[in-house]
């Protein structure tokens, strides 16, 4: 392994799994799906999504909140539990312009642009309220998360779709590897389930429609699997380089050792027929830190539950890492929380390496016969896991991988 690596010393998880990450690492490992159907999506194609399960800002002491977009306020509240991870306190910095943000997203306040759409139609321009961009824009969970810390380092949002919370985190390895940054937050936060986004997906037919049974909806590299949960949540990371953790006597949960990113140049919504775009990621990512994919010990897949990436995924990883490859999907439990997910996921397998515990594929009873790789299912596999590799992948062919060690 030649790979710099960046330490992670923090880590906090808002997703429908849990707030915080102790809640979210038990329901992974215990592979139980969290779809079930919401009243305030009656009326629309599919009424199924995973929600963060009694999100409550006021319970977790987010002051102003309702300046905030959904899906900043999860961005925040992650930070923050992140930072505590971390033995860091915000705003008290030993120089704030070393400190850095960077937040991806694919959606951004999506439910706060409705509504406003919805005003501005409804009941003319005066109405529209003056907080729909600062709270709509995509860089504002960046932007909030550094005001809200007190951040003046570089300050960056990544959009690369269902890739987004991935790229943020590689490109926060690179902030630190090139000496621009000491401390850097860095994730994914999304808050997508809206009228808009819900129909939206729905019309493409890339959302399950197993509406008679919402917990076994997301199934990923199942046989019958016919398409994905949405999900919302937000995943950050504390980053800094292991000589910086250690002098300030901070505990390395596990570390980022290779990125790689790439394009499908292919089209705008399915995946390479042959997995190009994913495949160039995989290796760059492992060029990146040194190794081969036999050094890889796991695999969280992107993992979609549609038909066609699971399969295509699944031979990249046969022809990179190998046949014996051990490969889940957490999206089983939270769906997809698209821009969220990469972070969300890359959390996951940093905790596989810390705990020793590749965490099952929910709601997998058959796997797909043309997925020639060992996908874990049904229970938890125990036994040290020296590197993980995390997959992801974004509408317009945008594709990150991370690799991740103890």
Avoid at 150 to 171: E, K, M, R, V
Avoid at 216 to 240: K, M, Q, Y
Avoid at 374 to 387: E, M, N, Q, S
Wanted: net charge negative; aromatic share 4%.
């Amino acid at each position: 392994m030649s790979g710099f690596a960046a330490s992670i010393t923090g880590i906090g998880l808002i997703t429908p799994a849990g707030i915080g990450v102790k809640e979210n690492w038990e329901r992974v490992v215990d592979g139980r799906s969290t779809a079930a159907h919401h009243d305030d999506l009656a009326g629309l194609p599919v009424t199924m999504a995973c929600r963060v399960p009694d999100f409550s800002p006021q319970q977790l002491g987010l002051r102003g909140a309702w300046q905030w977009d959904r899906y900043s306020q999860f961005a925040i509240a992650a930070t923050r539990e992140a930072l505590a991870q971390a033995g860091l306190v915000a705003g008290e910095w030993a120089d704030s312009a070393r400190v850095a943000v960077i937040i991806g997203s694919g959606a951004g306040g999506t439910a706060t642009l409705e509504e406003q759409h919805r005003i501005l139609i409804e009941e003319g321009p005066g109405e529209v309220s003056p907080m729909t961009l600062p709270m709509g824009l995509l860089n504002m969970a960046a932007g909030q998360v550094a005001i809200d810390i007190g951040a003046n380092g570089p300050c960056l949002a990544p959009c690369t779709a269902c890739a987004a919370g991935a790229s943020a985190i590689g490109l926060g390895r690179e902030l630190i590897r090139s000496g621009l940054a000491d401390i850097v937050i860095a994730g994914g936060a999304e808050a997508p389930i809206t009228p808009l986004y819900v129909s939206s997906f729905a019309r493409m037919r890339a959302l399950s429609r197993r509406l008679d049974d919402p917990a076994t909806a997301s199934r990923p590299f199942d046989a019958t699997r016919d398409g994905f949960v949405l999900g919302e949540g937000a995943g950050i990371v504390v980053l800094e380089s292991d000589e910086h953790a250690r002098a300030r006597g901070a505990q390395t949960l596990a570390r980022v050792i290779g990125y790689g990113a790439s394009a499908d140049a292919h089209h705008v919504t399915s995946p390479h027929p042959e997995g190009k775009g994913a495949e160039l990621a995989v290796r760059a990512a492992l060029a990146d830190a040194g190794l081969t994919g036999r050094d890889v010990g796991y695999v969280n897949a992107h993992g979609t539950s549609t038909p066609l990436n699971d399969v295509i995924e699944a031979g990249v990883i046969r022809r990179v890492i190998g046949s014996d490859a051990k490969v889940s999907s957490t999206k089983g439990v939270t769906g997809h929380p698209l821009g969220a997910a990469g972070s969300i996921e890359a959390a996951y397998a940093a905790l596989a390496v810390h705990h020793g515990v590749i965490p099952p594929t929910a709601s997998l009873t058959e796997v797909d016969p043309r997925v020639d790789v060992d996908v874990v299912h049904g229970a938890p596999r125990l036994g040290p896991v020296h590197i993980a590799l995390s997959n992801s992948f974004g509408f317009g062919g945008q594709n990150a991988a991370l690799l991740i060690s103890s």
